[in-house]
């Protein structure tokens, strides 16, 4: 199985509260990892991604940041959430398929945050 | 800046017909090229990739790469309502441990019965 855990599904959270948005994979060990946002009429932006524990790449400057505690398990984070951080947020894998190193992309379910 | 541009659309085909959705980039050195599915109020699924020049296709769905043009296409043949959705170019331009995708803002698809 590549499952892709992200809970929760909708969350509305209050200007200046913290965040903690959980992604759990299933499958192949050591996996690349994603966190993409998907603002309302935008695309999707990549905010971070991890190629193993403990390894974190940012990709835009925010209040946003994001730790691989465990090999399967992606966390973002935030100490106080502002307006312009709603969105559909999405975590991903990079999946490898087949021979010739043919891989692709696989999307969570994703969280729509909403701050209010 | 690397950048991967859509029709800003919406477009509008009859049930049936052929829908032609395109999209460029800006990066020469690009290697690997996506096509996305997104329902209202779902994550992105992958319906295509290809990484050679050319044609590929995949039932109803053929995808089409010209690195010289630096342009991707997506066609979708006998369309159908429930191809109804917004459609998101992606682009890699490494493969190795570093790769990540970089997308468009997508073109939304609605297919008339």
């Known amino acids: 199985s590549q499952t892709i855990h992200q809970w929760p599904a909708t969350l509305v959270q209050p200007v200046g509260s913290p965040l903690s948005l959980e992604c759990t994979v299933e499958?192949?060990?050591?996996?690349?990892l994603y966190w993409y946002r998907q603002a309302a009429g935008r695309g999707l932006q990549l905010l971070f991604y991890?190629?193993?524990?403990?390894?974190i790449s940012s990709e835009v400057p925010q209040n946003l940041s994001a730790s691989r505690p465990q090999d399967r398990q992606f966390i973002l984070s935030s100490k106080k959430l502002l307006l312009s951080d709603s969105g559909f947020y999405l975590c991903?894998?990079?999946?490898?398929?087949?021979?010739?190193?043919?891989?692709?992309?696989?999307f969570g379910s994703g969280t729509r945050l909403t701050v209010v | 800046q690397k950048e991967v541009e859509q029709n800003s659309g919406p477009l509008s085909v009859p049930e049936g017909a052929i829908a032609s959705l395109n999209c460029t980039y800006s990066?020469?050195?690009?290697?690997?090229f996506f096509w996305y599915r997104q329902y209202s109020g779902k994550s992105p699924e992958l319906i295509m990739f290809?990484?050679?020049?050319g044609d590929k296709e995949d039932g109803r769905f053929t995808a089409q790469l010209n690195k010289a043009s630096q342009y991707v296409s997506l066609l979708i043949r006998d369309s159908q309502p429930s191809d109804s959705a917004t459609y998101l170019c992606?682009?890699?331009?490494?493969?190795?441990?570093?790769?990540?995708?970089?997308f468009g803002k997508g073109i939304t698809l609605s297919v008339r019965p």
């Open positions: 499958g192949t060990s050591n996996p690349n």
């Open positions: 991890s190629v193993g524990i403990g390894q």
């Open positions: 990066d020469r050195g690009s290697q690997s």
């Open positions: 992606a682009v890699n331009m490494y493969t190795g441990a570093n790769s990540k995708l970089t």
């Open positions: 991903a894998r990079k999946d490898f398929r087949g021979t010739g190193g043919n891989y692709g992309y696989t």
């Open positions: 290809i990484y050679s020049n």
